[in-house]
């Protein structure tokens, strides 16, 4: 049969179509159609069929494929490269290279922590790192630095723009390396900065000051086991003060204690976006619970707390409770391991009982015991808002009377206080010739250890054998365990002398925040205790609004 022209011609059209249909059937089985941008569902909308549809979601698939794939291949070709790059540093530096770095380059993260790397293989390292735009993370921590080493890093920062987690922790980094990195104009990066374990000291404050004030990006700083003290903590209760980046600060074990813990509330007050702080294993004291239940009052963005292990007597942590029932934002509080007695723990949940506009959902008291009526009423709060305690044991413990209780609370007044302030106290405004014969009971013109502790027992104020040792220390100048005339006439010297150069330093801060410091820095009215009406007692201070013309020992009203 003859094969004319135009039959040819229908019978390849046929085969194009029947081509073309069964390769849009096969394309249908199993198809996923990918996310179009708005221009290409625009261009879907005007198609004639369904098969101009899918012929272009196929071609976007299928172009998507191969740029990743092509990505892919550039990535772990620069692997390649990298991995190269570092051992031959290792050879020329002559370092054996290390297999855990090996198999991180070209991923988004480099973490050699704790592995004992000295200076040349840090470097080898650093050097590999430099312009790898996948780096994300990069953790040097446990590993002895230098000022050299420093630098090394401060140019990774400065090549790696999606660099954004730095851990530096227990590098022993000195103060030039760390003014070194608050210089480093590519510090402002990052999001995440670890600088714990390093020994800091205040010294050394202005340095992350200056990292804290630059960095708008930082989110989470980590600041733990250091060494700041008062005036360090002057310079980053300042910084946190004027801070609107950091959500999550961590201080916990440092030196902070008496100005330093006002100086860092005092921060947190005035703080507008720190969502979560640790000041765990420090001393804040009763002064520093006093500041940080003021700062509770205006903050409204600090959802947890932690002063565990903070020295937070019974006293203090009522002081704190003032400022803990009248925040509506705090959700986690932690006052582990604490001096806080059975009996406290349940004025403190009655009084988060009696405050049914506070937010807060968990309080864990650690290591600390509690008593049954703190048990019944956690049950109750259960029940009403599903608040949570984490505590230590419960007992039954036995109620005790006012009188018992006001004494128990009464004995811990001289927590804070240095013992030469003791001596210098019971001095009070008499001569020093006449409170030495006070003191020398067997005329003999020296003074013993024992009849120095033999005063403060007369005086009702209990005191160890460690703080008699001090006191003996620092008057006894030859050292033969007796204090003459001539050696405490000169102490008391010196004593007068540290008093008016503490005042010159500014203790309104400590005056303000401890009413008790008034005379010889103790006042027993401070501790009075009304017990009558627990649940609604918030405080045992004096009211800090009262007036300092002579009505400074008002109670607080019932």
Known sequence: MGWTLLKMDKMKSRLTKKSKRDSVSTQEKGFSLPRLKTSDKFHVAFTRSD?????????????????????????????????????????????????????QIGGPHMSVRDHCLGGREIRAICKTMRGDWCLGTLDLSGNIMSTREGRYVQEVLMSTPKLTTLALDDCELDSETLDDLSKCPAVCQLQHLSLAGNRIQDKDSGSITRIIQNCKALRHFNLSHNAFEADGCRMLGQAIEENTSIKELDLSWN????????????????NTCITDINLAWNGFGFEGCSAMSEALRHNTTLTKLNLACNRVHPPAM???????????????????????????????????????????????????????????????????RGFEAVYELALPVKSISEDKMRKEIQAPSVFNMDPLKLLYMLKEKNRAQDFFRRINKDNDDSVSPEEIKQLFKESGVPVSDMVIDKIVNFLDEDGDGHIDMREFLAGDKKMRKMSRDTRRTGDDDINKYSRSFRKGNIDPMTFRLKVSNAPNLLSPVLSRESSTSGDSQRKLSS
């Open 51 to 103: 098969t101009e549809f899918l012929t272009i979601a196929v071609k976007k698939r299928t172009s998507q494929k191969v740029v990743s794939v092509w990505q892919s291949r550039g990535n772990a070709k620069e692997a390649r490269r990298r991995r190269n790059y570092y051992t031959k540093l290792c050879q020329k530096v002559k370092v054996i290279p290390v297999r855990r770095v090996m198999g």
């Open 255 to 270: 030196h902070i204690r008496g100005r330093g813990s006002i100086y860092i509330s005092r921060g947190i007050q005035y």
């Open 318 to 384: 009522l002081e704190l409770t003032r400022g803990i029932c009248v925040n509506k934002c705090l959700l986690v509080l932690d006052l582990s391991n604490n001096p806080i007695t059975p009996i406290y723990t349940t004025i403190l949940i009655n009084a988060i009982k009696k405050s049914p506009e506070m937010s807060l959902e968990l309080l864990r008291l650690e290591k600390i015991v509690v008593d049954k009526p703190f048990v019944d009423t956690l049950t109750e709060l259960r029940k009403q």
